[in-house]
């Protein structure tokens, strides 16, 4: 029995030599000191051994009772210092006066930063900016503009069409070709005198190459008074293309065809790369073109409920991502729409 007891009591020490936290603790006291523990149950066989042997038993069981629990609030008190220990080296860790860690941040994308840009230098000139569906009536992207059904002009600008109800069916929707449908909008809805400005996503159904995506952006413009002219037209293209590619850049005017002006002019602006001596990103010829622009058509102001024997217009409609690639030097229009990181951080 003696020999039991002197296990129990080494067996128990042993183990608590390895015990680490609070829980092993305390499933070491209830497995060596609780209620149902071997010690317990020597102390409660005592009473049916013969006295001599009651005696000895007894004083040994309690001796090792007394040195298990004297232990256990050892153990407890050295847990309970390297607790304390590990929190404060951990408090000490953290650093409350280091500067924070720079979070990652994005910044816009070039195509954004143009049309605000653009947007700052019209709003400096008077106008003020409008947006109008992507999803547009054929009305507003075509018939409005002095383009009717069967218009070769529509031929120069396919694009995707939307399927509509049948009880649509005599008003067709497709994705607009050019922002100059919220132009159409704008004479449609305003009265003069009118400057808008109207940038946005376009849509044409094309093979994408260097210079073609199917989605691009435009800005296209309006304004409408009495005595507008020509000169209004070229003052304010001209001094859009000073603030935005400097005093130095050589700007050509040319005639050009667009239904729903007359007369209508094209602008080009001097070539990024070759400065006008000919290259292969302007084809030779030193110029690139950037807007179609020229005066309203009259039937088109009427058609929107102005009077053309009243107020005269000028319109313009801006190829909005050539410019940034003029002015770096971009020779690829799809690198603005592939996500490509290594390229769009340069902006
Ligand atoms: N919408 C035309 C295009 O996408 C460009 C254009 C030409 C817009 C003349 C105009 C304009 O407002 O007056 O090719």
Known sequence: MIEHIEGLRLKALQELASVNNATELEAWRVRYLGRNSELTQVLRSLATLPLEERKNVGGRANDVKSDLEDS????????????????????EAIDFTLPARPLPSGHLHPITQTIDEMCDI????????VEGPEVEWDYYNFEALNIPEEHPARDTMSTYWIDTAPSD???A????????SVTARVIDGMKPPIRAIEPGRVYRYEASDATHVP??????????????????????????????????????????????????????IE?????????RLCGNSGWI???????????????????PSIYTSFAFGI?????????YGIDDVRLFYSSDLRFLRQF
């Open 72 to 91: 256990f609030k050892q153990r407890e008190k050295e847990i309970a210092l390297t607790l304390t220990k590990l929190a404060s080296s951990t408090r």
């Open 122 to 129: 019209f709003a400096s000139l008077g106008f003020h900016v």
């Open 169 to 171: 069916n005599e008003r």
């Open 173 to 180: 929707m497709l994705l607009r070709t050019h922002t100059t």
């Open 215 to 268: 989605m691009f952006h435009q800005l296209d413009g309006i304004a409408v008074d009495r005595n507008i002219t020509m000169a209004d037209l070229k003052g304010t293209l001209y001094e859009f293309a000073r603030r935005f590619f400097g005093k130095e850049r050589k700007v050509r005017f040319r005639g050009d065809y667009f239904p729903f002006v007359e007369p209508g002019v094209e602008m080009a």
């Open 271 to 279: 070539c990024a790369v070759c400065r006008g001596q000919g290259c």
């Open 289 to 307: 073109e950037i807007l179609g622009a020229g005066m309203t058509h009259p039937r088109v102001l009427e058609q929107g409920g102005i009077d």
């Open 319 to 327: 190829g909005l991502d050539r410019l940034p690639m003029l002015r």
